[in-house]
């Protein structure tokens, strides 16, 4: 009953000291100042602007492009290994929570044996030969727990629930990288489909102005000269239109490879002509620098990094204090002897409690404290590197296409002229008043023209597909937040810290 006592009172006191938790003092606060708005993002409106960015690839109204999208979000196997990192995560969460707790075993044992003594010499007091059967049984039952002192075990357990959170997180932002790649993919393959058509047309040109300088050159009037100038240009013409096959085929084999298909057989329909910037969808607005912070899955996987680092150090400074540890031990069992002795039996029980002071470790716990410190303020120079290069890409994409819608409407007046040129031309060789090689020139400065008009357009669709990205578009889908599942109450308490 003494010792019932004595194991009471350490029980009380651990349990008074139990909310002295070590935490770091370390600030984890960004040393970026964000600024109010995105510079070149004017014309913000927060009354009537439209800042959804998921699934942003729906607002092309391409049923080609949110097919393709759809397979690969669905089939990718870089998300799907991703899963698997989040399954590994959650369980390592789940250990170290469990470990909080207390743990308890049951313990067996069992024997039989015989034995026979024989005695060479006859005495009177004892038989010759004496024989047994020991047959023997053992039970226990055994509990310890290492209380929670100064917060080592919560730290360890916030350690790992922030990994897991950072898991999740880590995939959103794959998903993102994802969808911006085939997005990618799928404009440069319908632009090298339609500069395919622009080679076709200039090769029919080019055609019709060989038959023209090889009917003049038989009538005397042009060079060989000409003729081999028309049919290098006609080589080189037919040779970028290879070039341009064999691109649009590699792209369709990328977008299979982000599905998670093999190429071949994998098809991929281009629909209508790749919108310019007047017919493409509105950039995003109303998204303000400080909103990145919650809409970037990467720069929340870093933060969920930095908080278990700092768990980290906050159980490394614990490893300075003492450690209590409660044990607990039943025992029973039973020995029985066949023969002349009697069986026995009997059990046991102990309560006891063990308090670890560190005094000399070498140096170790003071040297394992700066290594977290050191990882820790290593996470916070790169979190605030991630974040400074977060709002450069947006800033950039904004940037981007103010240019190319500029770019676009300075091409539409140079095709334009070069139409009317290209129709002038026409009509003073009816009259007799040029030659048609000038009117197979200006149709060829004019599918010039259109051509890079196209480059113009993807361009134009590349930048701003990077800009949804960039705003963190692509992951925060309804139907994703509906199926999150989490696997621990620490996991809960790490997604609830601000």
Same mark, same amino acid.
């Given at each position: 009953m003494t010792m019932m006592r004595i194991s009471s009172v350490w029980l009380l006191a651990a349990l008074t000291v139990a909310g002295c938790s070590v935490t770091t003092d370390a600030d984890l606060s960004s040393r970026v100042d964000l600024p109010e708005v995105f510079e070149n993002a004017s014309g913000q409106n927060p009354a009537d602007a439209d800042s959804d960015t998921a699934l942003w690839w729906r607002r092309w109204g391409d049923p080609e492009l949110e097919r393709v999208m759809r397979l690969a979000l669905e089939g990718n196997l870089s998300l799907k290994t991703a899963d698997l990192r989040i399954a590994e995560a959650d369980a390592y969460a789940k250990m170290a929570d469990a470990d909080r707790g207390p743990s308890a075993a049951l313990g067996a044992a069992g024997g039989f044996g015989r034995t026979s003594v024989s005695s060479p010499v006859s005495l009177p007091f004892l038989p010759d030969r004496i024989s047994s059967s020991p047959r023997g049984a053992m039970g226990s039952v055994a509990a310890s727990w290492e209380i929670d002192l100064f917060g080592r075990k919560q730290s360890d357990a916030d350690v790992y629930a922030y990994r897991a959170l950072g898991s999740r997180q880590q995939r959103q932002a794959a998903e993102i990288e994802i969808a911006g790649r085939v997005a990618g993919a799928y404009f440069q393959m319908c632009a090298a489909s339609? $500069?395919?058509?622009?080679? *076709? !047309?200039?090769?029919? %040109?080019? !055609?019709?102005?060989?038959?023209?300088?090889?009917?003049?050159?038989?009538?005397?009037?042009?060079?060989?000269?000409?003729?081999?100038?028309?049919?290098?240009?006609?080589?080189? #013409?037919?040779?970028?239109?290879?070039?341009?096959?064999?691109? %649009?085929?590699? /792209?369709?084999? #990328?977008?299979?490879?982000?599905?998670?298909?093999?190429?071949?057989?994998?098809?991929?329909?281009?629909?209508? $002509?790749?919108? *310019?910037?007047?017919?493409?969808?509105?950039?995003?607005? &109303?998204?303000?620098?400080? *909103?990145?912070?919650?809409?970037?899955? *990467?720069l929340a996987a870093k933060q969920s990094e930095i908080r278990s680092l700092a768990a980290a150090h906050a159980s490394a400074v614990a490893e300075l204090y003492p450690r209590l540890s409660l044990s607990f031990l039943w025992n029973t069992g039973a020995l029985r002897i066949s023969g002349d002795l009697e069986g026995v039996k009997g059990w046991g029980s102990a309560l006891g409690a063990d308090l670890v002071l560190p005094l000399y470790t070498g140096g170790r716990i003071r040297?394992?404290?700066?290594?977290?410190?050191?990882?820790? $303020?290593?996470?916070?120079? !790169?979190? !605030?590197?991630?974040?400074?290069?977060?709002?450069?890409?947006?800033?950039?994409?904004?940037?981007? /296409?103010?240019? &190319?819608?500029?770019?676009?409407? $300075?091409?539409?007046?140079?095709?334009?002229?070069?139409?009317?040129? #290209?129709?002038?031309? &026409?009509?003073?060789?009816d009259l007799d008043a040029a030659d048609y090689d000038r009117v197979v020139d200006a149709k060829l400065k004019e599918i010039g023209i259109r051509n890079e008009m196209l480059d113009a357009v993807l361009e134009y669709q590349q930048d701003l597909a990077g800009l949804f990205a960039s705003l963190g578009g692509g992951w925060d889908r309804p139907e994703q937040a509906q199926g999150k599942q989490h696997g621990t109450d620490a996991m809960n308490r790490a997604e609830k810290s601000p």
């Open positions: 339609e $500069k395919r058509k622009l080679l *076709d !047309d200039s090769l029919k %040109e080019l !055609d019709n102005l060989r038959r023209y300088i090889r009917g003049r050159f038989e009538a005397g009037q042009a060079r060989a000269a000409d003729l081999k100038r028309v049919e290098s240009e006609i080589s080189h #013409t037919a040779s970028r239109a290879s070039a341009l096959a064999a691109a %649009e085929k590699n /792209l369709r084999m #990328t977008i299979a490879a982000l599905a998670g298909q093999i190429p071949e057989g994998f098809e991929v329909v281009c629909g209508e $002509k790749l919108p *310019d910037y007047e017919h493409a969808p509105a950039a995003p607005a &109303g998204v303000y620098p400080s *909103d990145l912070l919650q809409r970037r899955p *990467d040297a394992g404290i700066d290594a977290a410190d050191a990882r820790l $303020k290593a996470a916070l120079a !790169d979190y !605030d590197r991630r974040l400074l290069e977060a709002l450069a890409e947006v800033e950039r994409g904004y940037s981007n /296409l103010k240019a &190319g819608a500029d770019r676009q409407r $300075k091409l539409v007046q140079a095709l334009a002229d070069a139409r009317a040129l #290209t129709s002038m031309l &026409g009509k003073m060789f």
